[in-house]
């Protein structure tokens, strides 16, 4: 027995499952672990005060992760986060000048392992970390001592001010093609010339617009690193040619200015809509359904592609991301009590 587009499209609407919103605790960013990194011409890249039992390879994973390769012997400085064992590791790196060593140059990092992920810290820590001399893990955490850190709104604004204006307008020229497959959480492959451009251009990406990735957010990986990826994830990477790019569904190449896509370019509005949505929820957290949403989203016009989009996105792990980006979790069926899981970590 056929069935019409309509009635398949909202039949999903009419099996009703009780669902709330509730608000949770904010997470308190702990740190776990501070990490010196140092590049010694005989033993290659070395950690000096490793906290963490690590076998020889992760050991060398870490330390490749944790020092980028520069050709020059100028003072340079890098600021991003790698991924490692689910672990995510914030780093500051700097080369200065040393004329007492072989290479003509000092190059250390510090990597912040924290609880959660903080996009902007590394950033941070750069600007406060003046000389490789501060570059040790006491004097680390004497500036993450008195550290505030930003807002998620403070946060966006620092990564957009960093961000190359050919990158924004890369992203805006195909922003709701892009909106679309963060919200049906696709997977993403961003090149980039330094580890820093690559790491702010995934962070950036995985709050484009308000949304929220629910997927592994990678923001810098090394050519060293070779465990495997999740099916969803964004991952950045400076050598586009260590990567099988035909298994990501989109491709931002920030390099050569191009951004490619495996469906089909989406014209809905999705910035719009999405703006919408969450006018809608913050006008009243708790009392937000999907159902009521979706029903609006009918009431005006929406058509069925963007209401089929909306739908993915709210069975998705994104939903939950970008509830949590805001403070709330949705339970299922009248339980409103605070879950087990969300603890006190003070």
């Known amino acids: 027995m056929g069935h019409s587009v309509w009635y398949l499209e909202n039949r999903d609407m009419c099996q009703f499952i009780p669902k709330y919103i509730v608000k949770i605790e904010k997470q308190p960013a702990l740190v776990e672990s501070i990490t010196e990194v140092d590049f010694d011409v005989s033993a290659g890249p070395s950690i000096l005060n490793g906290q963490e039992k690590l076998t020889a390879l992760e050991e060398s994973m870490f330390a490749f992760s944790a020092l980028p390769d520069i050709r020059s012997k100028e003072m340079h400085k890098e600021s991003f986060v790698f991924n490692l064992e689910n672990k995510m590791y914030h780093v500051s790196f700097i080369q200065e000048e040393d004329p007492s060593k072989v290479r003509g140059c000092t190059q250390k990092s510090i990597a912040i392992q924290c609880c959660r992920y903080l996009p902007v810290l590394p950033l941070i820590m750069s600007q406060k970390l003046c000389s490789s001399k501060m570059y040790t893990p006491e004097i680390a955490l004497e500036a993450l001592k008195t550290l505030e850190l930003p807002s998620n709104k403070e946060a966006l604004r620092i990564l957009h001010e960093h961000i190359p204006p050919h990158v924004h307008a890369l992203l805006e020229k195909h922003k709701n093609t892009i909106i679309e497959n963060l919200m049906r959480c696709k997977s993403f492959l961003v090149i980039g010339p330094t580890p820093t451009a690559v790491s702010l251009t995934v962070s950036y990406l995985s709050m484009f617009c308000g949304t929220r990735y629910g997927g592994k957010v990678l923001p810098y990986r090394s ?115 605070k879950p087990l899981s969300q603890m006190d970590l003070n």
């Open 223 to 337: 050519s060293f690193v070779n465990s495997p990826l999740p099916p969803s994830s964004i991952l950045g990477v400076t050598n586009e040619h260590f990567y099988k790019q035909a298994r990501f569904d989109n491709i931002i190449n920030t390099t050569e200015g191009g951004y490619y896509y495996k469906e089909k370019k989406c014209t809905e509005d999705l910035e719009r809509l999405f703006g919408e949505m969450e006018e809608f929820f913050l006008d009243s957290p708790e009392s937000f359904h999907v159902e009521r949403w979706l029903c609006r989203m009918s009431d005006f016009g929406a058509s069925i592609r963007a209401r089929r989009i909306f739908r993915e996105f709210f069975n998705s792990a994104n939903f939950v991301e970008w509830l949590s980006s805001h403070g709330y979790q949705e339970v299922l069926g009248g339980n409103k009590e």
